[in-house]
């Protein structure tokens, strides 16, 4: 290195400590967002020097004269060599997605100290070795995803239970998410219909470039952009006619199952008609807001109203139950850590790679970028008023119903709010209540609405833009929805084969709609649960669903430490080894707790045997309705008891194959890791 | 200098594109005749239109582990 860089690292890294010692340490007054955006980068741009390229030289030895599968298996269509930065934006768009956006806006309840601490300390030293490694390891075996690289080097069984957690966290993760959708348009005749509206623009876009100018993307998505914001636009005259709105002022259970029912239809669709255009439609719309918000916050540099750490940091916090470890790296997991990319690194990408070398750009710093939005999320959580953001996210179980009274509520917890804050906010954005719209969605889009307006048309246009960031979730969201339906009823297919082989065959027309029948139910009924539940769903679900993505991630990097020591680079095998511990100390810990925590709030099974009680002695509990709601929550309890058990033992049995096999390993003085390709390293390889 | 400004411009222009439609699964289609063209010149090559319909169904192939979307 010379002099000239090393004075330009220095000064990076005195830029960085100087950002962070004003974030951490002021106290009373509010912080500029641009400080936090100034300590990331630095971090980032450090971590990506100094860390990932230490990884790819010293651990991983890269060797930029192998030859990768986009070269050996070269087909033009699957496996082609591609230019870094167009692969980057590709695997950008795909690990890119709603858990980054919803994770840190929750954790906002403990301040935004503590989830920005984790979306840094996370992303760098677990998430992007984690993307990373798992790239460098498919791309060695042919782009092989993460289940089969399981089974090749850990063994079938480790494979299976691998594949369980997969269909699980599949199911979770959808139940979630639409979730997030249904409670951000309960009762939004806007959202609503420029949400529905999506659907006749999909089917006319999808028309259009199959027959009319098959495979113009850029016009159709032009034309698709143009029709949603008109649709954007007369969302407000909807919701101003009350003849218009009552078609679309819906109640939360009738947009659930309208929800469901649109998941089988789309996945039993042909793909042309109404999945691919949706898809290209909110992946456009996804990077484009991603990008519109830096800038948004570049140019407005908004000071942050919520204090750096709450009173809720015991974990008596009104959004989600627990204390900060391990509840807090549950909560953000995606943005810091996401088992979910795992998938994705051992999907397309591996295929495409033009040389070993560009492993590190894509896979560290694909993930470093997600990082980022993350961080984007936890500002805009932050830009608003605490009171406003603890009436959006605590359920109507804690505050009530009528601004008055949630206002009394919240001031009572620190948080000076009046009701006329949360009607004039509500105003501003366009709708009648902006009071527990838990799920993190609506509290982004008041942030991101806060934010835009301020440099692009002012208050006049804040519902525009508040609708637009609803659109804009609630779109790429169903998309997701529509794609792991479809990814979630080949599990089936492929799990129910085992003990009925005619289910394996994906072509039967019987097959396929049992199969989306089957998928739509399982994450539907979890849905509709968390919908009709009285604490609001998101306070009962979102655990479990931190749970399972940091349990495949958990199971992702003991794959990683695994190969490592089939590689016979023990001596690096510490990089994965401090993640994986991490996140199985954090989701055991969690899991465990999630079972037996004897507080009601934290343990399903205490809070299931409180409720028990008092339906025995005949009284129905707040914020439960009646015994009937009574026992259908003690149900879903234990239902969600069993899925958090499932979760600690799926981690504990991956975690004791990963010891047995990295002992044989080490205990053999041969390189055992299974690659395809190497010249001199092969063991075993097998080259299908 | 403006030319050369130019060039480089429809250069990012073209990188922004290529990369808009990787990221809806649609890789490059001259890169692609290209390949034809050089190893199999023998066999057919299939039309723009055939391209896009062949790789829009196999984005949502069942069964490719093609998993999109973070959580």
Known sequence: MTLQAKLMWAGLAVLGAIAFGIVALSRGEPVNAAWLVIASACIYFIAYRFYALYIVGKVFAIDRTRQTPAYRHNDGLDYVPTNRYVLFGHHFAAIAGAGPLVGPVLAAQMGYLPGTLWILAGAVFAGAVQDMTVLFLSTRRDGRSLGDMIRSEMGPAAGAIAGIGVLLICVIILAVLALVVVKALVGSPW??????????IALLMGIYVRFLRPGRIGEMSAIGAVLLLLALIYGRTVSETPALAAWFNLPGDMLALLIIGYGF????????LLL???????????????????????????????????????????????SVF?????????GAVSGWHSLISSGTTPKMIENEDQICFIGYGGMLTESFVAMMAIISASVIHPGVYFAMNSSAGLIGTDPAQAAQVITGWGFAVTPDMLTQIARDVGETSIMSRTGGAPTLAVGMASILSEFLGGRVLMGIWYHFAILFEALFILTTVDAGTRV????????????????????????????SALSCALWGYFLYQGVIDPLGGIWTLWPLFGTANQMLAAIALTLCTVVLFKMKRQRYAW??????????????????????????????????????DA????????????????????????????LAALFVAIVVATVVYGLITSWKALGNPKITAIEVGGAGVLAGGSND | MTEMAMARARLVCEVVAKTARLMVG???????????????????VMTYEEFFRERQAARYAIGKGRFRGCC
């Open chain 1, 191 to 200: 959202g609503t219909f420029a949400v529905f509206a999506t659907i006749p």
């Open chain 1, 265 to 272: 239809v789309a996945s039993v669709l042909p793909v042309w």
């Open chain 1, 276 to 322: 691919a255009p949706r898809d290209y439609l909110s992946t456009f719309l996804k990077v484009g807001t991603i990008l519109l918000l830096a800038i948004g916050i570049i140019v407005v540099r908004p000071d942050m109203q919520m204090s750096a750490v709450t009173r809720f940091i015991d974990g008596t916090g009104p959004v989600w139950a627990g």
């Open chain 1, 326 to 334: 391990p509840f807090l790296f549950i909560t953000i997991a995606c």
């Open chain 1, 488 to 515: 979630c009823r080949f599990m089936i297919q492929d799990l129910v084969g085992n003990v009925v082989p005619a289910f394996k065959a994906t072509e039967s027309w019987a097959n396929n709609i049992i199969g």
């Open chain 1, 575 to 612: 990089v994965t080894v401090v993640p994986t511990a991490w996140l199985v100390v954090c989701t055991v810990t969690a899991g465990l707790q999630k079972v037996f925590s004897p507080d009601p709030a934290v343990g399903f099974v205490s809070h299931a045997r409180l409720l028990g």
């Open chain 1, 615 to 642: 339906v025995a002695a005949g009284k129905v509990q707040a914020p439960a309705k009646s015994l009937a709601e009574m026992n259908r929550i003690i149900f879903n309890d234990y239902v969600d008891a069993t």
């Open chain 2, 26 to 44: 649609i890789p490059d289609y001259p890169t692609y005749v290209t390949h034809r063209q050089t190893f199999h010149p023998d066999q057919p």
